[in-house]
């Protein structure tokens, strides 16, 4: 159920010459917080803990990950890791269509977090409308519409060296 799901939906929204890049980004990060709010125990899987380099992340995240692995998708805990993947290479060029290749990796891990925000505090039950009043789709407008006007004001200056960034020079 999980196999190539969410990367066929991004891939038909790329594919759909009727939108806009803003929309194709909009539906893309929509369909990803869906997954997050529809199936959250297959959100969950993922973005599961991964295993990095030769070091231990502790034994607590260690009984998570065999939790996980034990109820992974059809047996094969490696799917969720693929399906991960995959949904990630079809997105990273709905955000390059919006603010061009160079940018596209800093802007997508921005999105990808901030979408992954929204739907952890959606299912917990954070992201309460009284409290906030604003919905999860009217974020990922807000949120694309930043992007977009940033990726804009991007290409009309020159880039902060990593000197100046550090410094927090403007």
Same mark, same amino acid.
């Given at each position: 159920?999980?196999?190539?799901? &969410? ?25 990803? =917080? ?7 125990? &297959?959100?969950?899987? &993922? ?30 805990? %490696?799917?969720?890791?693929?399906? %991960? ?32 925000? =929204? ?14 009043? =604003? ?36």
């Amino acid at each position: 159920m999980l196999r190539g799901h &969410l990367g066929d939906q991004v891939r038909a929204l790329r594919a759909d010459p009727a939108l806009s890049a803003s929309e194709k980004l909009c539906g893309t990060l929509r369909a990803l =917080i869906g997954v997050g709010r529809d199936q959250p125990h &297959l959100y969950q899987m &993922l973005f599961r803990p991964r295993r990095r380099g030769p070091g231990r992340r502790g034994e607590g995240l260690d009984r998570v990950r065999l939790q996980l692995q034990l109820c992974g998708p059809e047996g094969d805990p %490696a799917a969720a890791d693929r399906a %991960a993947e995959r949904f990630q290479d079809e997105f990273l060029p709905v955000v390059a269509a919006l603010v061009g290749e160079q940018d596209a990796r800093h802007y997508g891990a921005l999105l990808l977090t901030s979408a992954h925000g =929204i739907a952890g505090m959606e299912l917990s039950g954070h992201l309460d409308t009284d409290k906030w009043h =604003i919905t999860a789709d009217e974020l990922v407008d807000t949120l694309v519409r930043m992007v977009a006007d940033a990726g804009d004001a991007t290409e009309q200056r020159p880039r902060l060296s990593d000197r100046e960034v550090g410094h927090g020079l403007t």
